[in-house]
């Protein structure tokens, strides 16, 4: 049986969204790193969105509180990348918080976590307990996830990856979601619920 | 971006984006039990409203509404 790739007369629009807002924080390098790496690809348009730049209250709940033009980068995307840092095993308070802001925007779209640890577990642990959330946001996860350990000495003083494996390692990833995000958009302008 | 938009519909039955005026395609579903029960949308098997959701293939907008014919 012959396949051949689905034609794609847009971009793919992925952005890659940094989860947390502490300083000091290494999971900014992961973030710069993974935006410089999907860019690469051939057709993908891509952004960095730093949670720390966008106004949001913390008072409101969910939808009323979403920032139009966050909402309108999400409505653009066709998928997103995550890039979260595990605080006591779990997701950093202020991206629930910024994911809880849209829902419309994602639903039916491909999602990707990148998870980083100051251990060597590379994160497992709140990808794991970010599947159910982003399922119920309508998001799609793939197989693949981005797992980066012991952050703390991943990256040289310029901010560069100091092993190179990283790169090989996260193009499974990159593939896997750029195909289900092919796939999704297809479904979502041409295969209709009735 | 409002919740249970006013938007017009083809002679072929899809909502028409009120962006840039495309054909959308309604491909997701999701019930909000948050509803007020007395919504044209709610359907009192769910015990929810049923909304769907609508994506342009021009923008990329998606209308978000209230099924309609959600009362049993």
């Known amino acids: 049986m012959s396949t051949q790739a689905a034609p794609r007369t847009k971009p793919l629009f992925i952005p890659v969204i940094l989860g947390t807002p502490r300083k000091g924080r290494y999971s900014e390098h992961v973030a710069k790193f993974v ?83 100051a251990g060597g577990f590379g994160g497992t642990r709140v990808i794991q307990n970010m599947l159910p959330i982003l399922r119920e946001l309508g998001l799609v996860t793939i197989f693949w996830d981005g797992n980066f350990s012991n952050v703390g000495s991943l990256f040289g003083e310029d901010g560069k990856i100091l092993d190179a494996a990283y790169g090989r390692r996260l193009e499974k990833f990159f593939k896997e979601l750029i195909w289900m995000a092919t796939v999704l958009r297809y479904g979502r302008e041409n295969v209709t619920m009735e | 971006m409002n919740k249970d938009e006013q938007v017009k519909t083809s002679a072929s039955g899809h909502l028409i984006c009120p962006r840039c005026g495309t054909e959308t395609n309604r ?42 014919g959600g009362r049993a």
């Open chain 1, 35 to 117: 935006t410089g790496e999907i860019a690469r690809y051939p057709g993908v348009e891509t952004q960095l969105v730093d949670v720390r730049d966008l106004p949001m209250p913390v008072t409101g709940a969910g939808e009323d509180v979403k920032d139009p033009a966050f909402s309108e980068l999400c409505m653009r995307a066709d998928a997103f990348i995550l890039v979260a840092p595990e605080y006591n095993h779990g997701i950093p308070g202020l991206l629930k918080h910024v994911l809880d802001t849209n829902l419309k925007e994602y639903i039916h779209k491909a999602v990707g976590i990148c998870g980083v640890s």
């Open chain 2, 27 to 68: 491909h997701a579903e999701k019930p909000d039990y948050s509803a007020d029960p007395s919504a044209p949308s709610f359907d009192p098997v769910l015990g929810a409203a049923l909304m769907e959701f609508h994506t342009c293939p021009g923008c990329r907008y998606v209308i978000e509404r209230g099924a309609r």
